[in-house]
C-alpha cells in the first residue's frame, strides 16, 4: 500500500526540516530527510549533526519503512505538483511518488546510514509561549560573536530562573540581554537552569517555532536541549528541535552593567536613528561616531569626518543630566542597537569617554544594550 499524505502538510514539514540541511559536501547524507512511516503518521528528519529537527505529519500507511532522499530536490518537486493528496512508495531505496498525471522516482539512500539523533530525556521541561520566546531570542541574537576565538561568545545565552529568562549575546564589544517574564508558564524545574546555545540553532527556534499556535515545552540535559510543539488541543508532538549545547562559561556580563550613569540622555528615537544614520555616511574607516553631550545646552552633537569625502554634524535635542562628556562609538553597532529597541524614546547613560554605554527603552526595561567606546582614529 502507498503511504497517502495531504501535499500541503509534506511541503510544509519539508520546508521546516531542510532548514539546516543543504551545507554539506563531505557527508552527502546529511543533505537528504529521514522519512519514516510511524501509526498514522509520517515522521521526517534532518540533522547537520550539531542540531537535529523532527516533524510529524498525518498519513495513511499501513507498515513501516524508512528511506532517506535529498530534500531539496524532493521540496522543489512538490512546488510544481497541484494533487491535494500525494501518493509515496518506497521500493529498494527508491521513493516514488505518483498521482493521476505523473510517477517520479527519487533516488535515496541508506537510512542505516543516517546519522543517529540522541534521545533527550524528558525529565525537566518548562512551557512558554512561542511568540514572545521567539521575538525574545530576535532582539539579541545578532550580537554573538562570528568568530571562534572564543567559543562561547558564538551562541546565545539562556538563565531559566523561577519567574523569568534571561536571554544574553555578546562579542565582547556589545552586549544585548533581554529578560522575558512568564506569564501563565508551567513546567517541573527542579533548580535555576543556564546554558550556551549554538546561534544556528537559536536562529532555527525563531523560524520555526515563531507562528507556532500553542505553547512550546523546553527540555533540558548537561549537553543538550530540545524544543518541540504539539498538535493542535494534544500532546503529541508535532516538531522538534534537538541542539548540543557549546561548552565553557559564559563571562559574568553583570558586572559590566553600569549602575548608574555619570550622564543621562532621554532622546527622540526615531530623530536619533536618522541623524545617525546620515552622519554614518561620513565615517571614516573605522565607523567613528562622535557624540557631544552638554546639560546646559540641553542638546546631542552628533559628528563624523572623513579626510576623503567631508565632515557632518547633525544637533538633536534632548532631556540630558549630569556631566558634559564626549564620547566615541562605532556607529554601525550603535545602530544596531537601537534599531532593537521598542518605544519611541530612548535611554542613553555615558560614563565618560572609556566608560561602556547604556542604551534601554525609556518605556520598556526588559531590553537593554551595552556598548563598549572606541579610541578615534
Known amino acids: ?170 562579542d565582547s564589544f556589545r552586549l544585548a540581554e533581554k529578560t522575558l517574564n512568564y506569564q501563565t508558564s508551567q513546567g517541573n524545574l527542579k533548580e535555576e537552569k543556564a546554558f550556551i546555545l549554538p546561534r544556528s540553532a537559536a536562529r532555527e527556534i525563531t523560524g520555526i517555532f515563531n507562528e507556532s499556535g500553542q505553547k512550546i515545552k523546553i527540555f533540558f540535559t548537561s549537553n543538550q536541549v530540545l524544543v518541540e510543539n504539539y498538535f493542535f488541543e494534544s500532546e503529541t508532538p508535532q516538531t522538534q528541535l534537538i541542539s548540543r549545547l557549546i561548552e565553557g562559561e559564559f563571562p559574568n556580563y553583570q558586572d559590566i552593567i553600569p549602575k548608574e550613569s555619570k550622564t543621562e540622555i532621554l532622546a527622540d528615537k526615531s530623530q536619533f536613528l536618522n541623524y545617525l544614520k546620515a552622519a554614518s555616511i561620513f565615517a571614516g574607516r573605522g565607523n567613528e561616531v562622535n557624540l557631544k553631550v552638554d546639560a546646559k545646552d540641553k542638546r546631542i552633537e552628533i559628528l563624523t569626518e572623513n579626510t576623503d569625502v567631508g565632515s557632518t554634524q547633525f544637533t538633536l535635542p534632548a532631556k540630558i543630566n549630569g556631566e558634559k562628556t564626549k564620547i566615541c562609538f562605532n556607529y554601525k553597532f550603535l545602530l544596531e542597537g537601537i534599531s532593537k529597541i521598542k518605544g519611541d524614546e530612548i535611554y542613553i547613560g555615558l560614563n565618560g569617554e572609556d566608560g561602556p554605554g547604556l542604551i534601554k527603552s525609556q518605556e520598556d526595561s526588559s531590553f537593554l544594550y551595552i556598548l563598549m567606546p572606541i579610541k578615534p582614529t
Open 1 to 170: 500500500m502507498a503511504i497517502e499524505v495531504l501535499r500541503e502538510n509534506l511541503k510544509k514539514g519539508l520546508q521546516i526540516v531542510e532548514r539546516i540541511t543543504g551545507k554539506n559536501l563531505v557527508l552527502p547524507i546529511l543533505n537528504n530527510v529521514y522519512l519514516k512511516t510511524e501509526k498514522n503518521s509520517l515522521r521526517l528528519a534532518t540533522t547537520d549533526l550539531e542540531t537535529a529537527i523532527y516533524h510529524w505529519i498525518l498519513a495513511k500507511t499501513d507498515k513501516e519503512q524508512e528511506i532517506t532522499v535529498p530534500v531539496k530536490l524532493f521540496s522543489n518537486l512538490l512546488s510544481f505538483l497541484s494533487d491535494q493528496k500525494i501518493n509515496l512508495e518506497i521500493k529498494d531505496k527508491i521513493l516514488i511518488l505518483s498521482g493521476e498525471n505523473y510517477k517520479t522516482e527519487i533516488k535515496g539512500l541508506d537510512p542505516k546510514d543516517f546519522p543517529i539523533i540522541p534521545k533527550i530525556e524528558k525529565n525537566e521541561w518548562i512551557e512558554i509561549d512561542p511568540l514572545s520566546f521567539t521575538t525574545s531570542i530576535s532582539q539579541v541574537i545578532d550580537f554573538c560573536s562570528t568568530t571562534q576565538v572564543r567559543p562561547e561568545l558564538t551562541g546565545v545565552y539562556f538563565f531559566f530562573s523561577e519567574k523569568n529568562v534571561k536571554i544574553v549575546a555578546t
